[in-house]
């Protein structure tokens, strides 16, 4: 009796789990949106969500955007709404950025309407009147599946005992053939807690500031997807993790063909006095690694420039110097797709506003100073200067033509040099 209930199949053959027909109908209905409707069969079509922020007012939308141009692989791109005093304001930005997403497969997949709607967002203040309809319902938001992680308990049960050896080869073919893209990527033990689908999966963890590793991604070898972690809670906890399926992680390349040289110089003001500070990491991801912010998924040579000029005294400089890292580096950590111009641009400008608003709470607030960043990503280059200091990429005299600009301020390098300044003394790179 126990050997006929061990390989009994309550499931018609070619029945699906019940998890992945849930899955399916949420995703198809998610495809229609506002007169809109996602054709695109293997990609899912864009979603938003509201997010907190550290920096008042705390309410934005976060849209999700799923991009496979010809030939590339599956990739997720995020886009941050404006800051909003609430939730409905945030979800009509939402609504608003998801209707020009909706429209990406008509341009290939080209982003600037969607990037251009944002800034468009940002001088837009919602009336009393506009606030009304669908758009600001709490339906509006979160319409693709997600997936808590749980424990496997379901035993498969089989008809036959061809067919326990047919699934078990299966199992071990997916476990031996196809392997995730990228390091550090482990087969999930039966007790760990996987996202509540059926399949082989793989977890790829990450070590938290109190020490403790954290699943950070899953893949299931069987459908070949990735799935990311929706929840902002800074704990994790199974129960409550929301896993959202998300693009190809990216194949970090080193480019050894790009030969950096960095230095600094600080001079003094004329009266003696030193305010502005310079800090160099050149190799950002062994540093991200110290500081538990690996970058596993990021080109190299990755390096970080930063320049900060005190106003009235080096108070609030040195306070910047020494944390802004610590405001980029998390940010940084949480790609694992080669991210698009827009969002390095979008990381550093959340990092120095995040900076200053924790300057405005420290004792150095009253100082006041200006900063120039450079952050290099592979061959990418992105610039950002606030206040006084100002920064000059130089390229070497060339017969070809000069490469274009990137979208949002990134740039390609090649055989550039750059050099960031403030008050009129100059520090190279």
């Known amino acids: ?66 991009i496979q141009p010809p030939e590339q692989p599956l990739k997720e791109v995020r886009v941050l709404g404006p800051r909003r005093s609430s939730e409905a304001e945030a979800r009509k930005d939402g609504c608003e950025l998801k209707r020009v997403a909706f429209r990406c497969p008509e341009k290939n997949f080209n982003l600037q309407e969607v990037w251009r709607k944002c800034y468009q967002l940002e001088n837009k203040q919602w009336s009393v009147q506009e606030l009304t309809g669908e758009d600001v319902l709490e339906t509006s938001e979160n319409r693709l599946p997600e997936f808590q992680a749980a424990q496997r308990t379901k035993k498969d049960n089989f008809e036959t005992t061809a067919e326990w050896f047919q699934a078990n080869n299966k199992r071990r073919e997916y476990a031996e053939n196809f392997a995730p893209i990228g390091p550090s990527w482990a087969l999930a033990q039966l007790q760990t807690p996987v996202p509540k689908l059926p399949g082989v999966w793989y977890m790829h963890e990450r070590q938290n500031q109190e020490g403790k590793h954290v699943p950070m991604l899953f893949f299931n070898a069987e459908s070949g997807k990735y799935y ?174 000069v490469p274009k600009k990137g979208p949002a301020g990134a740039a390609a390098l090649d055989g550039e040099h750059l050099e960031l300044s403030s008050c009129g003394r100059y520090h190279a790179w």
Not at 261 to 287: F, M, Q, Y
Not at 352 to 379: E, F, Q
């Open 228 to 401: 990311r972690n929706r929840s902002t809670d800074v704990a994790y906890v199974p129960a409550k993790s929301r896993w959202l399926q998300t693009g190809l992680p990216h194949q970090s390349e080193d480019d050894r063909s790009m030969k950096m040289s960095h230095g600094s110089v600080c001079l003094p003001t004329a009266s003696g006095r030193k305010d502005d500070l310079a800090v160099i990491l050149p190799e950002l991801a062994r540093t991200g690694s110290l500081l538990k912010q690996p970058l596993p998924f990021a080109d190299k040579p990755a390096a970080l420039f930063l320049l900060v000029d005190g106003l009235r005294n080096a108070s609030a400089s040195e306070w910047c110097a020494k944390r802004f890292h610590t405001h980029l580096l998390p940010r940084l950590s949480a790609f694992h797709s080669d991210p698009e111009d827009g969002e390095l641009v979008l990381v550093v400008k959340e990092a120095l506003a995040n900076l200053d608003h924790a300057l405005l709470d420290s004792p150095a607030r009253y100082a006041g100073c200006s900063l120039a960043v450079a952050l290099l990503m592979g061959s990418r280059l992105v610039i950002c200067t606030v206040g006084g200091c100002r920064a000059v990429v130089c390229s070497p005299p060339s017969s070809e033509p």
């Open 1 to 66: 009796q126990q050997l006929v209930g061990m390989f009994k199949n309550p499931d018609p053959p070619g029945a699906k789990e019940k998890e992945v027909r849930e899955a399916e109908e949420k995703e198809a209905q998610a495809r229609h949106f506002s007169g809109l409707f996602w054709s695109i069969i293997g990609v899912p079509p864009p979603d938003f969500e509201v997010v907190s922020d550290t920096i008042g007012p705390s309410h934005r939308a976060s849209l999700s955007i799923y």
